[in-house]
């Protein structure tokens, strides 16, 4: 039973490129979140998804950054004109039930991107 | 806006002795979770806490939430070099969806 997938591991991008991460959820899971986190910070929350649906993305700029969660494929966390400070560890979870009262996100290992 | 406060940032200990860190929210929490964070690695699940005044433990850890649900602390007993890492506690407010993270508490052990 594969755990959270996130691809790439690493990504290098030179400012005004875009970022594209990937996450692929844990087998039956139909909710997505995205973190981002910086050296030495804690977790900040982005935006939260379940499958075809933005369910609350308040804590992504509104600029520039967008997310997707299709009904085929991996939720998408993509960066337009990346500048250096988007650079940091990218993290998704995800979570099978609907009410996060009563589950566990279960975390991927994260993207970490490197803006030059 | 919402706010979780961990104290202390870090902490160095000798291998054996106990380790504790403190979780504080500006707000009610409907429930709290712990994680643990290896360096470089992520976030890990520990545990959920869920009733006013709530005490879980896990072989060596102990949680317990406060009678306020604004406020939660980990303790370690006897902490080992395999406990290094960083503890965030994550908080969630009733009615919303996203769990706020705490700023972290970093441990080191030394041998």
């Not at chain 1, 591991?9 to 981002?36: D, F, I, N, T």
């Not at chain 2, 869920?50 to 009678?67: C, I, P, W």
């Amino acid at each position: 039973n594969a755990g959270v997938m996130q691809n790439p591991r690493h990504l290098v991008r030179r400012r005004g490129q875009e970022a594209r991460l990937r996450c692929s959820p844990m087998k039956g899971h139909s909710h997505v979140y995205w973190y981002r986190q910086l050296p030495e910070e804690g977790l900040k929350f982005m935006v939260y998804l379940q499958k075809e649906n933005i369910i609350d993305e308040s804590g992504m700029p509104k600029e520039r950054f967008s997310a997707e969660f299709p009904k085929e494929g991996p939720s998408i966390l993509r960066i337009q004109q990346v500048v250096r400070g988007d650079s940091a560890a990218y993290f998704c979870a995800s979570s099978p039930l609907a009410s996060p009262h009563k589950d566990t996100q279960y975390f991927g290992p994260g993207t970490r991107l490197t803006v030059l | 806006g919402q706010q979780v406060m961990q104290i202390p940032q870090y902490q160095h200990v000798q291998e054996g002795e106990d380790f504790t860190t403190y979780c504080n929210s500006s707000t009610t929490l409907s429930n709290i979770q712990w994680y643990k964070q290896r360096p470089g690695g992520h976030p890990v699940f520990l545990i959920q806490l869920v009733k006013s005044g709530e005490v879980k433990k896990q072989k060596r850890l102990t949680f317990q939430f406060g009678e306020a649900k604004k406020n939660s602390s980990l303790h370690i007993t006897a902490t080992q070099t395999t406990d290094v890492g960083t503890y965030f506690c994550a908080g969630l407010t009733s009615g919303t969806y996203k769990y706020i993270f705490g700023t972290g508490t970093r441990l080191k052990v030394l041998a």
